[in-house]
């Protein structure tokens, strides 16, 4: 697989990947009324992560948002953190996933440059991936506890459904059950993860092979006629000197 395709699948995903979190943040289904047990139907009830909603058999939608942030369950604001991060995570490397690609022909810009956006876009993608996984699954086991303890309850009241605290652990009471924005989290979270890879793999067949062999700069020997010049006249004028007080002279 050549290193433009395997790059140009990994930032499809990974905008798919990232599109699929947009979308789960902003549905109101993360969690839905299990209506296998409850004689009232006519009314469903789910909730997301910013509001709740009622949805009558007529037709009738009201929905009522969360208006307090720190009568919230800690877990609960934790998963709303996580989902933020991913999403800004996965939008600021499709921006960079842009630039990054090696179609598209951006200035003079080298290919080890390109490369190594590629590897940070790869990197961001999958740690948003983990982010909306992780966010998901938290959410999830706190439908889970929830739904055992309501079934528990149920099933420990008196004759009838009906314990001694009135309704509460009766069939009346609703139990949550995984709702079809969780299923939305999971997959765009898988799919960035998925583009995420692809784009550290594109990344390494991006860089540019490192020269085997080392070339040495090899500088040519100048001639000075001037310093060599002055350096025979040197040694000449040394040579001289010595030889000086040996030599006798005949004067007439």
Same mark, same amino acid.
């Given at each position: 697989?050549?290193?433009?395709?395997?790059?140009?699948?990994?930032?499809?995903?990974g905008l798919?990947?990232?599109? !699929? %979190?947009? *979308?789960?943040?902003?549905?109101?289904?993360?969690?839905? @009324? &299990?209506?296998?047990?409850?004689?009232? =139907?006519?009314?469903?009830?789910?909730?997301?992560?910013?509001?709740?909603?009622?949805?009558?058999?007529?037709?009738?939608?009201?929905?009522?948002?969360?208006?307090?942030?720190?009568?919230?369950?800690?877990?609960?604001?934790?998963?709303?953190?996580?989902?933020?991060?991913?999403?800004?995570?996965?939008?600021?490397?499709?921006?960079? !996933? %842009?630039? *990054?690609?090696?179609?598209?022909?951006?200035?003079?810009? @080298? &290919?080890?440059?390109k490369a190594?956006? =590629?590897?940070?876009?790869?990197?961001?993608?999958?740690?948003?991936?983990?982010?909306?996984?992780?966010?998901?699954?938290?959410?999830?086991?706190?439908?889970?506890?929830?739904?055992?303890?309501?079934?528990?309850?149920?099933?420990?009241?008196?004759?009838?459904?009906?314990?001694?605290?009135?309704?509460?652990?009766?069939?009346?009471?609703?139990?949550?059950?995984?709702?079809?924005?969780?299923?939305?989290?999971?997959?765009?979270?898988?799919?960035?993860?998925?583009?995420?890879?692809?784009?550290?793999?594109?990344?390494?067949?991006?860089?540019?092979?490192?020269?085997?062999?080392?070339?040495?700069?090899?500088?040519?020997?100048?001639?000075r006629s001037?310093?060599?010049?002055?350096?025979?006249?040197?040694?000449?004028?040394?040579?001289?000197?010595?030889?000086?007080?040996?030599?006798?002279?005949?004067?007439?």
């Amino acid at each position: 697989m050549s290193a433009t395709l395997c790059q140009v699948m990994g930032f499809v995903v990974g905008l798919l990947g990232v599109a !699929g %979190i947009i *979308a789960c943040t902003g549905m109101d289904m993360w969690s839905t @009324e &299990d209506l296998s047990d409850n004689p009232v =139907t006519a009314i469903n009830t789910y909730a997301g992560l910013w509001r709740s909603c009622v949805r009558q058999s007529s037709g009738f939608t009201e929905c009522r948002p969360y208006f307090t942030i720190l009568g919230l369950p800690g877990l609960f604001q934790a998963v709303r953190a996580l989902m933020i991060v991913g999403i800004v995570l996965g939008v600021i490397a499709t921006m960079i !996933g %842009i630039f *990054a690609l090696k179609c598209l022909k951006i200035g003079n810009m @080298e &290919d080890n440059v390109k490369a190594t956006m =590629t590897l940070t876009t790869g990197i961001m993608f999958a740690l948003s991936g983990i982010c909306a996984i992780a966010g998901v699954s938290i959410f999830a086991n706190l439908i889970v506890t929830n739904f055992m303890m309501t079934t528990w309850s149920s099933s420990a009241s008196g004759p009838g459904g009906f314990g001694n605290s009135g309704f509460i652990g009766s069939p009346l009471t609703p139990r949550y059950t995984f709702g079809s924005a969780l299923f939305v989290g999971w997959v765009g979270g898988g799919l960035l993860v998925v583009g995420g890879v692809l784009m550290c793999v594109a990344c390494r067949s991006m860089m540019p092979e490192k020269q085997r062999y080392e070339t040495a700069a090899y500088k040519a020997a100048t001639y000075r006629s001037e310093g060599k010049s002055k350096n025979y006249n040197d040694s000449y004028r040394a040579q001289s000197t010595v030889a000086a007080p040996n030599q006798k002279y005949d004067y007439v």
